[in-house]
């Protein structure tokens, strides 16, 4: 079992930036796909990144690509998304999700364990 918190949301400009954090207990994240998806109100979850722990691989969606970096520090069993140039299309929840499996996938369902969500709201 994989507990899954979530840090770092808030209140931001457009144009500026946030770091969230997903800190894990349970079991490692080494065996693990860890993803951060969002959710705006009235909308479907959406994936955002995604990282295959033991390659340190990543994936992005278009949307977010240039802007956002997924890192992880493996000591500290923690998954990191820096956000720069945010925009108001950015504001959601976010949420870290995990998965045992060795790719990254883009649809929610494929992930097991989801943290409790960080809230994300950009203003113009």
């Known amino acids: 079992q994989v507990q899954l918190v979530e840090s770092g949301g808030g209140l931001v400009q457009a144009g500026g930036s946030l770091r969230l954090s997903c800190a894990a207990s349970g079991r490692s994240f080494s065996s693990y796909v860890v993803g951060w998806f969002r959710q705006a109100p009235g909308k479907e979850r959406e994936f955002v990144s995604g990282?295959?722990?033991?390659?340190?691989?990543?994936y992005y969606a278009d949307s977010v690509k240039g802007r956002f970096t997924i890192s992880r520090d493996n000591a500290k069993n923690t998954l990191y998304l820096q956000m720069n140039g945010l925009k108001p299309e950015d504001t959601g929840v976010y949420y870290c999700?995990?998965?045992?499996?060795?790719?990254?996938?883009?649809?929610?369902?494929?992930?097991?364990?989801w943290g409790q969500g960080t809230q994300v709201t950009v203003s113009s």
């Open positions: 999700a995990a998965d045992r499996g060795s790719q990254v996938a883009v649809m929610a369902r494929s992930y097991d364990y």
């Open positions: 990282i295959r722990w033991s390659t340190g691989t990543t």
